[in-house]
Structure formats: structure tokens, C-alpha cells
């Protein structure tokens, strides 16, 4: 069946620093969906990118969907201590579900 | 909207009792999805609904679980008995169509389980 594969799966950063988590699929996405959960809380919808070669942005952060719909990044410039948490990709094979990645825990020192 | 709403926040049973998780969707949403989630095994789905039916419960780990969505507001989700692997956290999602119309899914705050 579909693998959405996150890494790396813990990354510790000094705060001011970037951050980048990767997503890779085994198979080919329909579209691909980002969440943000904070210690103790609840996944939180972030953005969806549908088109190859897609790129969005967020105040300080940007999605990029790969060429081939297999790929999809996250990168954090000049991370904060709010933006610590486990950030989620989730992938949708076409006429599938969506699954989740295992995701990639941000932590931020002041 | 108060969005998503999950009852029990907290749930501690003992092993072999009957535990019920409630969830109300986002009025207006037509699908609603149940998720386990735990540090071994991430966020994995349980069952999902479109417009009060059950189309896909193949993640239901065993006939211990069951679910139900007697109506667009309600759904609930079933274990009986439990055990102590069934310890984790529980997250309700709604969203509006299966992908979320581009808004994504939205979480409950979930239920933590905890079987003694």
C-alpha cells in the first residue's frame, strides 16, 4: 500500500536558524496536505498543494509539491519558539486516501 | 463554529470495560474521519464516513472497535472490551469534501485513553 516517509525525524534548531522537513511518497499524489500539532494538541491544517512543481507561502514558511508528485518539503526560515511541534505531511494517492507521515518534531531553543 | 468537538477529553478504564468516544462535526461537513495516534505507530485511520455511511473502516484494528454516525452531527466510536494496547489518543477530523475542498481536515482536541 501507499508509504508517506518523513524526515529527518527529530530536528533541534537554535531559534533564528532554518528548518526543512522532507516528505517522500511511494507512489505518485493526487495532492498533499500539511499539518502543524503543538505539544499536547490536535493536528492543525496548514496548506494543500495539488500542482507539480507547486510552491506556496506562509509568512515565514514555504511548500514546495516535487516535479513528479512524489516529494514535498517545508522550510521555516529563521524559525521562533512558536513554530515548535511536529509538522505532518500527508499524501493522497489518486483515488485513495489521504495518509499521514510519521512527521518531523521541531524543537527551538531561545 | 466551536469547531470539532470530542467528549471524553480524558478516559482511564480498566481492562475488559466498554469505552464509548463522542465526536461532533463541523456542521455542514460531509465527511468524518476517526484517528488513532500513538508514538509507535503515528496517526493512523480508523474509519471514515461520507454523509452518515461507513465507506472505509479496513483500519479498525479488530471487531473490538466499532463506530457509528447515526446522523450528521453524532458519531461515535466503540470499544468493548478494552485493552491496554488500545492506550492512545483518539482525534475525530471533519472536513468538507474528501480532501477538504483545499481547507484541509479539522481536528478535534481528541480523547486520551488509558487502559489499566
Known amino acids: 500500500g501507499q508509504q508517506v516517509m518523513q524526515i529527518p525525524q527529530y530536528q533541534h534548531v537554535q531559534e533564528g536558524e532554518d528548518f526543512t522537513t522532507y516528505c517522500n511518497s511511494s507512489?505518485?499524489?493526487?495532492?498533499i496536505q500539511w499539518y502543524k500539532q503543538r505539544p499536547g494538541g490536535h493536528p492543525v491544517f496548514l496548506i494543500q498543494?495539488?500542482?507539480?512543481?507547486e510552491v506556496k507561502k506562509q509568512k515565514r514558511l514555504t511548500f514546495q509539491f516535487g516535479e513528479a508528485k512524489k516529494n514535498s518539503s517545508l522550510h521555516i526560515t529563521a524559525t521562533q519558539t512558536t513554530d515548535v511541534g511536529t509538522y505532518f505531511c500527508?499524501?493522497?494517492?489518486?483515488?485513495?486516501?489521504?495518509?499521514f507521515g510519521p512527521g518531523t518534531r521541531l524543537s527551538v531553543l531561545p | 463554529d466551536a469547531g470539532v468537538i470530542q467528549s471524553p477529553r480524558h478516559e482511564v478504564t480498566e481492562m475488559g470495560q466498554e469505552v464509548t468516544l463522542r465526536c461532533k462535526p463541523i456542521?455542514?461537513?460531509?465527511?468524518l474521519f476517526w484517528y488513532r495516534q500513538t508514538m509507535m505507530r503515528g496517526l493512523e485511520l480508523l474509519i471514515y464516513?461520507?454523509?452518515?455511511?461507513?465507506?472505509?473502516d479496513s483500519g479498525m484494528p479488530e471487531d473490538r472497535f466499532s463506530a457509528k454516525m447515526p446522523n450528521a452531527s453524532f458519531s461515535t466510536l466503540k470499544i468493548q472490551p478494552s485493552e491496554p494496547r488500545d492506550s492512545a489518543v483518539y482525534f475525530c477530523?471533519?472536513?468538507?469534501?474528501?480532501?477538504?475542498?483545499?481547507?484541509?481536515?479539522?481536528f478535534g482536541s481528541g480523547t486520551r485513553l488509558t487502559v489499566v
Open positions: 477530523a471533519s472536513s468538507l469534501g474528501g480532501s477538504g475542498q483545499g481547507g484541509g481536515y479539522t
Open positions: 507512489t505518485t499524489l493526487s495532492n
Open positions: 498543494l495539488v500542482k507539480s512543481g
Open positions: 500527508a499524501g493522497r494517492g489518486y483515488g485513495q486516501n489521504f495518509v
Open positions: 456542521s455542514g461537513h460531509d465527511y
Open positions: 464516513f461520507n454523509n452518515n455511511v461507513p465507506i472505509d
